[in-house]
């Protein structure tokens, strides 16, 4: 059995074509840098039973086919792969998004290209909200943990906090000389991280309006950044800066540096060198993840950035990455592909895809303990079920 896994690419809309029969959808098998392998799927009708029939090339084995999923092994690797539909696919936007970012009851934030920023029901697909103040796309949307309270960043250097239920724009952050990439809420969020293509990464009393101070200062431009805790606390005396003392600042640069700092120190922990930009980045337990713009999925350990683990499967460009729960976590790529994938060494093999793009790329992905949320340059947003996922690492 082969140890390098081939990524597995099936027709966009294949859970609507295979319902009837005498169709067909193709599906590819591609390892990194050689040519892809494409074959089809096809249906029929069993004339006895008068039943749907699939047929399907002795690459691969049919597991199961249902409603929740197509699920096939590609018998050369050992890789078992689930594709999963959209539960629904939500047109906010006419242009491509940008960020996503969905709270725990049904209000979903999100950006697009047009330079919009929207607050909208995920049941009903109704605008309530259209927020205004940026000079420019607004690159990251976040909610606080509260759930009614939004956190943009954007192209004109700032980060604006408003009000998801009346639109109310009561703080902007200024101080960054550049835009603004990515974000961080710290604990409830009195204060917030925000990281810029200027280099900095500083750290800002929502309160009063003020930056505390520069966490950190990269050699170059800033594109992601995540939060951790560690056992290494301190006791902070400025009372302005809240839960900071035992937070881990995890940022990845253009220049494929990533960088960790002790936020209440105001002091770098380790750098590592990566082989190309780092364009994502989340922290699950003690594992950094980071999502190359050379395709490759990089896994660090939180306490002295050694590398654990490598995967290596696409030469596309990582675009965002999300933590889940139970140790999986989620990538999306530029090419459009989206997968589920494990941390634990069980599930290496096992790969769950979000289907629907047609490669276009996956700008960004939400989670709010029951839906994810895809942010997709076509301009729509793809919802889908978690349980319908989970399902398949257990």
């Keep these: 059995m082969s140890a390098q896994k081939p990524v597995i690419h099936i027709q966009s809309n294949w859970n609507k074509v295979l319902l009837f029969p005498h169709q067909e959808v193709w599906i590819c098998a591609k390892y990194l840098n050689q040519r892809g392998i494409h074959e089809m799927i096809k249906t029929s009708v069993n004339k006895n039973e008068r039943t749907l ?17 197509l699920v096939l092994k590609h018998n050369a690797s050992g890789l078992i792969v689930a594709f999963v539909p959209e539960t629904k696919a939500h047109k906010v936007h006419n242009r491509a998004v940008l960020s996503v970012a969905a709270a725990k009851s049904a209000l979903v934030v999100s950006s697009c290209e047009a ?76 204060n917030v991280i925000s990281v810029s293509k200027d280099g900095s990464a500083k750290l800002w009393d929502v309160g009063e309006s003020k930056c505390l101070g520069n966490v950190l200062q990269a050699q170059g431009p800033i594109n992601c950044c995540a939060l951790a805790e560690t056992s290494d606390e301190i006791t902070v005396e400025n009372e302005r800066e809240v839960a900071t003392g035992n937070k881990l600042l995890v940022v990845g640069c253009e220049n494929g540096l990533v960088i960790c700092a002790h936020v209440a120190k105001r002091a770098e922990v380790f ?14 337990d003690q594992t950094i993840i980071v999502g190359g713009s050379d395709g490759k999925i990089t896994l660090l350990n939180l306490k002295d950035g050694s590398v654990t683990r490598e995967i290596y499967e696409s030469e596309s460009s990582i675009l965002s990455i999300a933590a889940l729960p139970n140790q999986l976590f989620i990538v999306g790529r530029q090419d459009g592909n ?29 989670f709010n303990e029951k839906w994810i949320f895809t942010a997709c340059r076509d301009s729509y947003i793809r919802k889908y079920d978690f349980n319908q996922i989970n399902v398949h690492f257990k």
Excluded at 53 to 69: A, D, K
Excluded at 142 to 153: D, E, K, M, N, Q
Excluded at 345 to 366: H, K
């Design 53 to 69: 029939q699939i047929s399907i090339s002795p690459t691969y084995q049919m597991i199961s086919l249902s409603g929740l999923g």
């Design 115 to 190: 330079h919009k920023l929207f607050v909208w029901d995920s049941r009903t697909n109704e605008q309530l909200l259209d927020l205004r103040g940026h000079g420019g796309p607004i690159y990251k949307c976040r909610f606080f943990p509260s759930g009614i309270v939004v956190l943009s960043a954007g192209s004109d250097g700032s980060c604006k906090i408003f009000c998801a239920k009346s639109g109310i724009n009561p703080v902007t952050l200024k101080g960054h000389t550049m835009s603004v990439a990515d974000t961080c809420i710290v604990d409830r969020g009195r």
């Design 271 to 284: 750098r590592k060198q990566l082989s190309s930009a780092c364009n994502a980045c989340v922290i699950i």
């Design 338 to 366: 989206c997968a589920v994938l494990s941390l634990q060494e069980a599930w290496y093999s096992t790969r769950v895809q979000l289907t629907g793009p047609d490669y276009d790329g996956i700008r960004d992905i939400a």
